[in-house]
Antibody
Framework: EVQLVESGGGLVQPGGSLRLSCAAS????????MSWVRQAPGKGLEWVAN????????YYVDSVRGRFTISRDNTKNSLFLQMNSLRAEDTAVYYC??????????????WGQGTMVTVSS | DIQMTQSPSSVSASVGDRVTITCRAS??????LAWYQQKPGKAPKLLIS???TLQSGVPSRFDGSGSGTDYTLTITSLQPEDFATYYC?????????FGGGTKVEIK
């Protein structure tokens, strides 16, 4: 079964750090672009970051660039999001998602269940 | 950044109705447009990619069309399981951006 499972969310104080992980299974992880997408409580979807198959290209939304780092370990079929200098507006459910084909980075067909990040004092 | 404007923000409809949701991009996105369905407490589900390509397993009552800046998702005969929120998303250039969502509610 093709599956993504996120972990690492939780409550953190403003200015703090958190590292999210996403474990992939059921497909050849190294052949797909991967993404993080977030959703603030009661709000819409917001794309956060993308990473190419072997990590040579990374893209970020402006609001997280310089604070968040997307990375992957293809030997462990894992995707990561290191989040530093967290702000209240980063509070959201964070989803890990897979591009819908090995030659695309524009849309995502496999999603994890999400992990909640709450930034509050 | 490319802004994606969805309309309506919500629609009330009955089972069997035809529902149309539109998405307008602030600049041409060359059909790099995806549609997602999201139910409460669940992850989004990809319905359509590249403006009109139905994903495997998605019922044929979902239809995507459009080009340039204007795109449409049509549900030809609404079913009970279709009550959800729908999002468009452009994939033409970074940052990838989503529309604000359209909530399809039971009338």
């Amino acid at each position: 079964e093709v599956q993504l499972v996120e972990s690492g969310g939780g409550l953190v104080q403003p200015g703090g750090s958190l590292r999210l992980s996403c474990a992939a299974s059921g497909f050849t992880f190294s052949t797909f672009w991967m993404s993080w997408v977030r959703q603030a409580p009661g709000k819409g979807l917001e794309w956060v970051a993308n990473i190419k198959q072997h990590g040579s290209e990374k893209y970020y939304v402006d609001s997280v660039r310089g604070r968040f780092t997307i990375s992957r370990d293809n030997t462990k079929n894992s995707l990561f999001l290191q989040m530093n200098s967290l702000r209240a507006e980063d509070t959201a459910v964070y989803y890990c998602a897979r591009a819908y084909s090995s030659s695309s980075d524009d849309a995502f067909d496999i999603w994890g269940q999400g992990t909640m990040v709450t930034v509050s004092s | 950044d490319i802004q994606m404007t969805q309309s309506p923000s919500s629609v009330s409809a009955s089972v069997g109705d035809r529902v149309t949701i539109t998405c307008r991009a602030s600049q041409t996105i060359s059909s790099w447009l995806a549609w997602y369905q999201q139910k409460p407490g669940k992850a989004p589900k990809l319905l359509i990619s590249a403006a009109s390509t139905l994903q495997s397993g998605v019922p044929s009552r979902f239809d995507g069309s459009g080009s340039g800046t204007d795109y449409t998702l049509t549900i030809t005969s609404l079913q009970p399981e279709d009550f959800a929120t729908y999002y468009c998303q452009q994939g033409d250039r970074y940052p990838l951006t989503f529309g604000g969502g359209t909530k399809v509610e039971i009338k």
